[in-house]
């Protein structure tokens, strides 16, 4: 397994943009599908976006599209999360997850968490 921290969250005005950031320890992090799930008080965790192992492919949730962005820097084990036009109902904390496999949206399937980063969206 990998080990993984986040960074980058705090606290914005709808509208704005943040950079997530996930590090990955391991020698073997272009192995891995990595993904962004975020939980708000009171929710269940649910699938933001997923980036495939070779960066080739990704997907988001419906309630992202076309505002994040993900990507991977392999050379720099690290995934990012893009978030632009940034609403309330966006507050929540972000987690990334890996994944030696292809790429999902179930977050059964991830057997690594980061310890998560809050972000804030005030209106």
Do not use: H
């Amino acid at each position: 397994q990998v080990q993984l921290v986040e960074s980058g969250g705090g606290l914005v005005q709808a509208g704005d943009s943040l950079r997530l950031s996930c590090a990955a320890s391991g020698r073997t992090y272009s192995n891995y599908a990595m993904g962004w799930f975020r939980q708000a008080p009171g929710k269940e965790r649910e699938f933001v976006a997923v980036i495939a192992r070779s960066g080739g492919s990704t997907y988001y949730a419906d309630s992202v599209k076309g505002r994040f962005i993900i990507s991977r820097d392999n050379a720099k084990n690290t995934v990012y999360l893009q978030m632009n036009s940034l609403k309330p109902e966006d507050t929540a904390v972000y987690y990334c997850a890996a994944r030696m496999a292809g790429s999902t949206n179930y977050a059964s399937s991830y057997a690594s968490w980061g310890q998560g980063t809050q972000v804030t969206v005030s209106s």
